[in-house]
């Protein structure tokens, strides 16, 4: 079983459509979670981060943890062309293993107009 | 500022021969990550190194690979001897000190061919 889960997708939306990216992990060490964007050919970019279960908000991101269910989720609302690239979930438990992020696949998104 | 820089971005190499990929981290950042990205899977941790030392090499495969961060000059992922298989994107990360939290600014990558 791989430490995190994420659908690989592709997933293609309308532009203005809700974008729903999930991901599930299996160690309920993991203590960090991140959502990183990465346009084709590029680095991945941190898009938001947190620490604990619920919801934080960043325009029109918002990024939902639930420790209970081992489930992160990152909601895009109002979605735009720009949007268009692969978002890959990223876990850290912290602690010794501070520097190690554990990515999922990465769901690749393309937003028409 | 300039951002984290890899070179070379892109790297052509022959089986059997060795590979050296360089990462230079953001101003001020004395912590470097590398990972590796396999065709259709997600990025991988390799190693993660402070200057002069390898703090977690769990991710490093045993045999071939090395990484160092030298005290004057670039981070060196060196992969001896390589295989079809080692064809990847190389992605190095930096963060500026070790916290309860601290974003890793990753780099453009460098992708590595192997024929």
């Known amino acids: 079983q791989k430490e995190v889960e994420q659908d690989p997708g592709p997933l293609s939306v309308p532009e203005g459509a809700i974008v729903s990216l999930n991901c599930t992990y299996s160690?309920?060490?993991?203590?960090?979670f991140m959502w990183y964007r990465q346009y084709s050919r590029k680095g991945p970019e941190l898009l938001m981060y947190?620490?604990?279960?619920g919801n934080k908000e960043d325009g029109r991101f918002t990024a939902q943890v639930d420790k209970s269910s081992k489930y992160i989720s990152l909601f895009i609302r109002d979605s735009q062309p720009s949007d268009s690239a692969t978002y890959l979930c990223?876990?850290?438990?912290?602690?010794?293993?501070?520097?190690?992020?554990?990515f999922g696949q990465g769901t690749i998104l393309t937003v028409h107009p | 500022n300039a951002g984290v820089m890899q070179n070379p971005r892109h790297l052509v190499r022959r089986r059997g021969q060795e590979a050296r990929l360089r990462c230079s981290p953001m101003?001020?950042?004395?912590?470097v990550y590398w990972y590796r990205q396999l065709p259709e899977e997600g990025l991988k941790f390799m190693v993660y190194l402070q200057k002069e030392n390898i703090i977690d090499e769990s991710g490093m495969p045993k045999e071939r690979f090395s990484a160092e961060f030298p005290k004057e000059g670039p981070s060196i992922l060196r992969i001896q001897q390589v295989v079809r298989g080692d064809s990847a994107a190389y992605f190095c990360?930096?963060?500026?000190?070790?916290?309860?939290?601290?974003?890793?600014?990753f780099g453009p990558g460098t992708r590595l061919t192997v024929l």
């Open positions: 101003k001020g950042h004395s912590h």
């Open positions: 160690n309920s060490a993991f203590q960090y």
């Open positions: 947190t620490y604990s279960s």
């Open positions: 990223a876990i850290n438990a912290g602690g010794t293993s501070y520097g190690k992020l554990t």
């Open positions: 990360a930096s963060s500026p000190q070790r916290a309860a939290f601290d974003e890793q600014f």
